[in-house]
C-alpha cells in the first residue's frame, strides 16, 4: 500500500488517490488542491478517492456560489481542522465578497461553516475549526432569499424528495390543513417515505413557502 505522509504545503489542479493507495496528512499540515487548503488538527487520511474542481455543486444548493466548488468523489473519513478557499475576483456574479461564507456538504445535508478569516483584497478565506466529513465545499453570498423545490412532482414511487436552501421546520399538511409530520432541517436535499399516504394533494411548507405536492398511486 502506498502511503504519502505530507510535510508540506502540496499545491494541485486535481488529486487522486488509486484504490488501495492511501494519502496521510499530518497534523498541522496546509494540503491544497487548487486552492482549497485543508489544514487538519489530527492526521488525517484519503482513501481511494478523487478531489475535483467544478463550476457548481453537484448536491443542490439553492443560491449561488462561486465558480470554485470542490467535489469529493465519494465522502471522506471524519475531518477535523480549518478550510480555506483561494478565489478569483470574477468568480462571484454578485461580487459581494464582504458576505461570503464557506459551505460544507458531508454526504447527508448543507452546513454552513463561519469564517475566521475573509480577505476580500486578497480574496483568501479560512474556517474556524470543524469536525465532519467532506463531500463538497464551496462558497456563497448568502444573498439569496429562502427556497423550497419539490424534486420529482408528482409523487408516484412513494418517495417525496424535496430541497430547502435554509435551515427551517419543514411540514407537510393534508389539503384540508391537517399536519401529518413536520422536522427541523438543515439546508440541503432530503428524501421522505411517503408510501401509506393516499392519493392526492397535499402541502409540503417551509420558511414561510409553500408547495403543492401530487401523490399518485
Not at 481542522?81 to 454526504?107: C, D, F, P, R, T
Request: aromatic residues 10%; neutral net charge; hydrophobic residues 40%.
Amino acid at each position: 500500500m502506498f502511503v504519502a505522509l505530507l510535510n508540506n504545503t502540496v499545491f494541485s489542479q486535481e488529486l487522486t488517490v488509486l484504490s488501495g493507495t492511501s494519502l496521510n496528512i499530518n497534523s498541522g499540515t496546509p494540503f491544497s488542491v487548487s486552492g482549497l487548503v485543508l489544514t487538519p488538527a489530527a492526521d488525517f487520511t484519503l482513501n481511494n478517492i478523487s478531489i475535483s474542481k467544478n463550476l457548481k455543486a453537484t448536491n443542490y444548493i439553492g443560491h449561488s456560489t462561486i465558480t470554485r466548488v470542490y467535489t469529493f468523489s465519494h465522502t471522506s473519513n471524519p475531518f477535523t481542522g480549518v478550510a480555506g478557499i483561494q478565489y478569483q475576483a470574477q468568480e462571484l456574479s454578485s461580487g459581494n465578497y464582504a458576505n461570503l461564507k464557506m459551505e460544507l456538504h458531508n454526504g447527508n445535508h448543507w452546513l454552513a461553516l463561519p469564517l475566521s478569516t475573509n480577505d476580500v483584497s486578497a480574496h483568501t478565506t479560512q474556517s474556524h475549526q470543524f469536525s465532519q466529513s467532506l463531500n463538497e465545499i464551496t462558497l456563497t453570498d448568502n444573498l439569496f432569499p429562502p427556497s423550497l423545490t419539490i424534486l420529482g412532482n408528482p409523487v408516484s414511487n412513494g418517495v417525496l424528495k424535496f430541497a430547502i436552501n435554509t435551515a427551517s421546520e419543514v411540514r407537510f399538511y393534508s389539503f384540508n390543513g391537517l399536519l401529518l409530520w413536520s422536522k427541523q432541517y438543515v439546508a440541503g436535499t432530503y428524501t421522505v417515505q411517503v408510501p401509506n399516504l393516499a392519493s392526492g394533494t397535499y402541502l409540503l411548507k417551509a420558511n414561510q413557502l409553500s408547495q403543492t405536492v401530487l401523490i399518485i398511486k
